[in-house]
């Protein structure tokens, strides 16, 4: 009975604060903390909101983005790993778990420090050898493109490792048979190889994308002056919270828990196969 009241104390402790900022949000008054009934005007004020758009086009732009090249070289970097054995192998191994466990705001400032001492050096660089002709040359600084790099860095390593667990169960033996046939190595991957992997880097994809979008403490270093969703809502409650807030919360609860669920969903494809056979 004890474990049982712990238990429910617990999961009360993280899903209450969760449960209270999707009510209000669809409070009536103008005060996040007194309700006045339901209403849906909040979500309608959101989605007016310039700011509030431009900063979740932003946020979309940057996570597909993100998704899309952490889903390719997370790809390419798992099937190239499967090939090293020993103690490479574990060095590998290594260095992308402690990719995933360093705390966000460490990658953010490691991040930002390197972008900013590259800058240093290839902006004069461009300056020196732009042509005239062409006007000023173009200056590289923090923006969309570091925000990007940044995330695909972070991200890359969850989709290696989603994937390398894929590899680990797939059926060898069409891979021979391909091989046997003579089929060359890329089609092999094409037709045997990709197929098999897809759910998971499909998986891999959608997992990528939300930690992209959720992210707060990395993109407040490398952002430089674009503004994501997860900034604007930083910046919005400086001035108080307000149902707005609460408004843009649970729809980006609905859309994270939604690929979450797809992401489970895909990874769990994967088992079919096996238990079929079985």
Known sequence: LG??????????????????????????????????????????????????????????????????LASVFGTMAALGLQQFRGRLRVLFDAAIYIAIMIPGIVIGIATLIALVTAFGYLNPALATAWPEWLGDAPRLKMGRVSLIAAHTMFTMALVIVIVRARIAGMDRTLIEASADLYATPMGTFWQVTLPQIFPAVLAGFLLSFTFSFDDFIIAF??????????????????????????????????????????????????????RAES
């Open 221 to 274: 270093f490398v952002a430089g002056s674009e503004t994501t969703l997860p900034i604007y809502v930083f910046s919005s409650i400086r001035r108080g919270v307000t149902p707005e807030i609460n408004a843009i919360g649970t729809m980006v609860l609905a859309v994270s828990l939604s690929l979450l669920i797809a992401a489970q969903v895909m990874l769990r494809r994967r088992d079919r196969p096996a």
């Open 3 to 68: 474990m049982r009241i712990y238990a429910i104390v617990i999961y009360l402790f993280l899903y209450l604060p969760i449960g209270i900022i999707v009510l209000f949000s669809f409070n009536a008054g103008r005060h996040a903390s007194d309700f006045h009934g339901f209403s849906v005007k909040w979500y309608g004020k959101v989605l007016s909101n310039p700011f509030a758009m431009d900063a979740l086009a932003t946020s979309v732009t940057v996570a597909f983005v993100t998704a899309l």
